[in-house]
């Protein structure tokens, strides 16, 4: 079984987004890219697969920025190759873009299953998976949390739905699997060992031109306005207690006795 | 560090007499070799844990080790455990040390816990067996150069509201006199950034030459040493010895025992070699230029910060700048100097709470605040920036708010000379 997980950076909430107000648009140069966490869970189910299954792990990211650390992390963890597809791209390549890339890559490869986050927080809708799903025309299940290995070489996958309701799929490879969270939290690597990987791996470049095809076009990028702000509730204990029935009642929350 | 109790030798010389301890060692087998020593070898076999093998359970440790006194755990009961086949690495006790170095201070046999943490801790890190919320704290420093998760860019943001100005190297672009190493919780903490501003006001008052590296300083990483996270804490080094190699300047000075350590013992190792100083020990040396204009009249005691007093022999600065401020009545907790209690937060315990909690009938800070109150201070006075915030959340989680108040030397001492009208002293 060879698994193929897709790793992306995506800007980091911590540090604030850079945005030029006049012309509305995001400096992508200017802001720092951490891993994607829906990426990361993907990989950690990859692994966890790894070792109930033996399956091969290869982690693979487009170069839109410094994805180096990331790749030599996803070695330290446990990953058997990881490989980073070069071109003329840049931080601000979108997720279209990157999802044709990966796909032209993974269809030329034997692998069985792709893994990769169900969403980033630059594409809540979940882009990636579906995508390459799309362009390989290979099938594809959405919010897993779980993938194992079946009999018969089946794939079996949990998969949440709302309300709570959990299903049990079966599915025959090759499959794109869109992973919500993975059995356990992602394991750590600890520095020593992404740094000796650093020393002694290396990351296979494989490059690709620029890929044709649609692609947004960014209108405008705007802070949101506040409409209101919180209320702090000054005073004594009795006091922040009334105003606090006060507002209940006034939001009609209050069932008198 | 002065020894507490004479060192058991193998050989000793009396009078030039030669005196061989062999007579008095272990003529056969006791009845400790019947036990299956497998997961002690375990242990002891990873390099810097040997010395657990030493321990003869006297039991000294236990009575002076600041965790058992909340729990159920000392070095001792370390060795008992894992003599018994309970391995260190999946234990608990494992992350419950906060490497006070109280129980090697008395140890006879050298048992060093401040070796054996890290070494077993490094290899339990590997095995995947580390609390979740230290990992946390591991990854926001490899990824921000603070534990807390702040932004990187935002280091220096403090200096904005010290009054004065704070030069930073890469923009200042001459030697300086003094490097001050700021380090985290003293940039990003609320309380941390308003005790760095009173050091500002305090320097400048002074006329001290001074720069800080600003965004370019990362932590300083030995608490995520002493947690088993050397490769991280080789990483900062690395980048702070490069960092600081690019500018000029005389001595370094920190805000953060924590810091002072490293700098002193660490850092030299890896190339990184310059005079270091604790901000106490730099200001006890100018006291006589400083102007008070105004005293304190309040009955102030001070808690030794592990790492400036039992790891680096320093007891009597941050007293004297204390004894310093006009009207105080300076007294000591029971607990003091040589044999000061813990404030719970070294050793990666800044980052354990949570796990601590299930081990612990109380935090190490909420025994010490309750040692303060009973001696009557009525300030708690601090010299290492883990203390205020783990002192104040105990002041109010024992239900001593308003009787007591945690502050550090500095922000008293910024008060006494009229530079932190600020601070309420109540």
């Known amino acids: 079984m060879r698994v193929a997980v897709l790793l992306k950076a995506v800007p980091d909430l911590v540090e604030e987004l850079v945005l030029d107000e006049e012309s509305g648009s995001l400096q992508y140069d200017e802001m720092s890219y951490v891993p994607s966490e829906w990426d990361d869970q993907a990989l950690e189910e990859a692994l966890i697969l790894k070792e109930e299954s033996g399956a091969q792990v290869t982690a693979i990211a487009v170069s839109t920025g410094d994805v180096d650390t990331m790749l030599f992390t996803a070695l330290a963890k446990g990953a058997d190759h990881v490989v980073k597809i070069t071109g003329d791209f840049d931080a601000s390549m979108s997720n279209w873009q990157q999802a044709r890339v990966l796909s032209d890559y993974v269809r030329e490869q034997d692998f069985d299953m792709v893994l990769s986050g169900v969403q980033a927080i630059d594409d809540v809708d979940g882009q990636i998976p579906g995508l390459v799903a799309g362009f390989l025309n290979w099938p594809h299940a959405s919010v897993v949390t779980e993938v194992r290995m079946g009999g018969n070489s089946k794939i079996l996958l949990r998969q949440e739905y709302s309300g709570g309701l959990v299903a049990e799929i079966e599915v025959e490879s090759p499959v794109v699997i869109g992973v919500q969270a993975a059995r356990k939290p992602p394991r750590y690597a600890s520095v020593a060992k992404v740094r000796q990987v650093a020393k002694s791996v290396a990351i296979e470049e494989v490059s690709a031109g620029a890929p044709a095809g649609p692609a947004f076009a960014d209108i405008q990028f705007v802070r949101p306005v506040a409409a209101g702000r919180a209320e702090m509730i000054e005073g004594d204990v009795d006091a922040v207690a009334d105003r606090i029935v006060q507002i209940l009642a006034d939001h009609n929350l209050l069932r008198r006795a | 560090m002065q020894k507490a109790k004479a060192i058991e030798l193998e050989i000793a010389v009396v009078d030039g007499v030669e005196l061989n301890g062999t007579w008095n060692r272990m003529f056969e087998p006791r009845v400790i070799s019947e036990y299956d020593l497998s997961v002690l070898e375990e242990i002891t076999n990873i390099p810097g844990a040997e010395s657990l093998g030493y321990c003869y359970q006297c039991g000294k440790c236990t009575a002076v080790c600041p965790v058992d006194s909340v729990g159920d755990y000392s070095p001792r009961k370390i060795f008992r455990r894992t003599q018994l086949g309970i391995s260190l690495l999946d234990s608990p006790d494992l992350w419950l040390c906060t490497t006070c170095r109280n129980c090697l201070r008395v140890c006879p046999k050298e048992v060093n816990m401040i070796d054996i943490m890290p070494a077993v801790r490094e290899q339990a ?302």
């Open chain 2, 125 to 426: 890190v590997l095995e995947g067996k580390a609390p979740a919320e230290l990992l946390t704290a591991f990854e926001n420093t490899a990824r921000y150069g603070n534990p807390i998760g702040e932004s990187a860019r935002k280091r220096a943001d403090w200096t904005k509201t010290a009054g004065v100005p704070v030069p930073v190297m890469s923009q200042k672009k001459a030697p300086v006199d003094v490097l001050w190493f700021v380090e985290c919780y003293p940039a990003y903490h609320p309380r941390g950034k308003e005790a760095s501003a009173a050091l500002a006001r305090i320097l400048a008052a002074l006329g001290v030459d001074f720069g800080i590296l600003g965004t370019e300083e990362k932590c300083a990483g030995d608490s995520q040493r002493m947690a088993g996270e050397r490769g991280l804490f080789e990483m900062l080094a690395e980048h702070n010895i490069k960092m600081l190699s690019k500018y000029r300047f005389n001595e370094i000075v920190v805000t953060d025992p924590h810091a002072y350590n490293p700098f002193l013992h660490e850092y030299p190792k890896l190339g990184g070699e310059w005079p270091v100083r604790h901000y106490t020990q730099f200001l006890a040396e100018k006291l006589a230029g400083v102007n008070f204009v105004k005293g304190i009249k309040k009955r102030i005691t001070f808690h030794d910060p592990c790492y400036l007093g039992r790891h680096n022999g320093e007891y009597e600065a941050p007293r004297s700048l204390l004894r310093a401020l006009p009207d105080v009545e300076l007294v000591e907790m029971g607990h003091c100097r040589e044999t000061s209690y813990c404030c719970g937060g070294g050793g990666g315990g800044m980052w354990l709470d949570g796990f601590t909690r299930d081990y612990a009938s109380e935090r190490l800070s909420e025994r010490r605040v309750k040692e303060a109150v009973e001696y009557g201070a009525e300030i708690l006075a601090v010299s290492c920036p883990y203390e205020v915030p783990r002192f104040e959340d105990a002041v109010k989680s024992t239900g001593h708010d308003g009787q007591i108040q945690v502050m550090d030397i500095v922000e008293l001492m910024a008060y006494c000379m009229g530079l932190n009208e600020g601070l309420a002293i109540s």
